[in-house]
């Protein structure tokens, strides 16, 4: 890679690094996991950084990426530790009790969809594509991102609910 360029991939990185990382947090639901996805999506990228540049919108193309290598991950569960569901205790007085609540409950919903429908949402809704943006990053058909969509916000409709009724409780 010639100095310009990499250059550039750093520039790339250092501005869009936190956005990514949250990205595959929502994807995936553990820190550790999000870092080592972002890490291999990185590593790619700069493998490829000459024909990354190249595409038409390169934040769109590593979403793609980034987006590829988690389900890619989701695929190998044996090369993975198992998270416990419950996190260690935190004082309310420094968190503050509503963000928790809020916090708990998109991990609640976003942990009922399987990984695929998942990804679509994240992609769609969070970062904000279009359905034919989300169809070129995860390499599927604009028909099953937009079913995949559907049920997936017909999936997270139905757990808000019985997540609201249980809070009611």
Request: hydrophobic share 40%; net charge positive; with cysteine.
């Amino acid at each position: 890679m010639r100095v310009d360029q990499e250059r550039e991939y750093r520039e790339f990185v250092a501005a869009r690094l936190p956005r990514l990382r949250r990205t595959a947090y929502l994807l995936c639901r553990d820190w550790h996991t999000a870092d080592d996805v972002v890490s291999i999506t990185l590593t790619k990228l700069y493998r490829n950084w000459a024909r990354a540049c190249a595409a038409q919108h390169l934040d769109a193309y590593v979403r793609g990426m980034l987006a590829r290598a988690w389900l890619d991950e989701r695929r190998r569960p044996w090369r993975r530790e198992v998270a416990t569901p419950d996190a260690p205790d935190i004082p309310m007085d420094e968190v503050g009790h509503t963000g928790i609540v809020h916090r708990d409950m998109i991990r609640a919903l976003l942990d009922s969809l399987p990984p695929r429908q998942r990804a679509v949402v994240v992609l769609r809704y969070y970062c904000d594509l279009s359905v034919d943006e989300t169809a070129e990053a995860l390499r599927v058909s604009h028909g099953t991102v937009k079913s995949q969509s559907a049920r997936g916000l017909d999936l997270l409709r139905a757990a808000a609910r019985s997540y609201a009724l249980e809070e009611t409780r």
